[in-house]
């Protein structure tokens, strides 16, 4: 979601039809363990479209942390798409490192000594704690009894957020640049995009990005926004500026299903645009619907019509 929690992913299905352009999901955990089900059917048939990962949202404040290391499990457990967490004990070295919100109560002048102040200081502590864990690997040489060919350890993949429209607390424009190329310098491996409602802002981000030397992936985050209360929502957690003609759009259509049409046609045409441009691939975030972000994928034909 297009809040600042943080999240973790899960990387491609085996087996599945290699697609023209990477993809992967966002979901979030149930509010309750009555919701599991249907839960797990959704991440089933995302699986099933061969994404290279699919990422779980922690809640703000640890809220929901305990749902989501059941979901995170599941999909260890269920399905090829091994996730992505913050658990490096179950054998998860794939993560997607976000500083988060405060817990509900606690500004930004309550932060301690000892609390992690930005994204970059977290990239950090999670490869400093892998290569602790596994700072070296060992392999029995064949006819040498108790030789041994010594490796690099077992490393970690990190994605991190970027704001093509600038963070909310962003004091500058160019402090998000900043930001993302000290989280690169941290040891981030790519990045995600928070929404954006226009290709151009997606593109033209990059391109600063690139002129002030970032080099990792950049992979743009699409959100089918499906009805006026939904653009509401995002606009309130991104301070974003208002898109004038999606709103028009949404707020036109005479039905609930006219406007998840609109929202779909609207992130199809996002996905199309950025992917000309160049895009690294397209993250979406499914709000637990596989039917629209597979329906956005399938508009974009970035999958076959016959794809799950």
């Known amino acids: 979601m297009m809040s600042h929690e943080p999240r973790v992913d899960a990387p491609a299905v085996a087996g599945a039809a290699s697609p023209r352009v990477p993809f992967s999901f966002e ?34 404040g640890g809220s929901t942390t305990d749902r989501s290391l059941t979901v995170l499990t599941h999909i260890l457990r269920e399905t090829t798409v091994p996730p992505v967490r913050d658990f490096l004990d179950a054998g998860i070295t794939r993560f997607l490192a976000l500083r988060g919100d405060p817990p509900a109560g606690v500004g930004e002048d309550d932060i301690v000594v000892g609390d992690l102040e930005s994204a970059a200081q977290l990239v950090q502590l999670i490869g400093r704690v892998q290569a602790e864990r596994s700072p070296y690997r060992e392999r029995e040489i064949p006819g040498l009894p108790g030789a041994v060919q010594v490796t690099d350890g077992d490393r970690v993949e990190i994605a991190v957020a970027a704001f093509p429209n600038g963070h909310p607390r962003s004091r500058h424009r160019y402090e998000d640049i900043d930001a993302l190329l000290a989280k690169q310098a941290a040891g981030a491996t790519s990045a995600l995009t928070q929404l954006f409602f226009h ?61 998840r049409a609109v929202g779909l046609a609207h992130a199809a045409d ?33 999958i076959p019509e016959a794809s799950p």
Do not use: C, K, W
């Open 270 to 302: 996002l996905a199309r645009s950025v992917v000309a441009g160049g895009a690294d691939g397209i993250h979406l975030y499914a709000f637990n619907n596989h039917d629209t972000v597979l329906g956005v994928l399938r508009a974009a034909e970035l």
């Open 199 to 259: 290709a151009d802002e997606y593109l033209g981000f990059v391109d600063r990005a690139r002129a002030a030397g970032v080099v990792i992936p950049i992979v743009p985050g699409i959100m089918p926004i499906t009805s006026p209360g939904r653009l509401r929502r995002v606009l309130e957690l991104t301070g974003d500026a208002r898109p004038d003609s999606l709103a028009a759009a949404l707020e036109s259509a005479p039905d609930a299903a006219a406007q």
């Open 27 to 60: 979901i979030y955990p149930p509010r309750t363990p009555e919701q599991l089900p249907a839960l797990y059917e959704t991440i089933r048939v995302l699986a099933a479209a061969g994404p290279r990962f699919i990422s779980v949202t922690f809640g703000a």
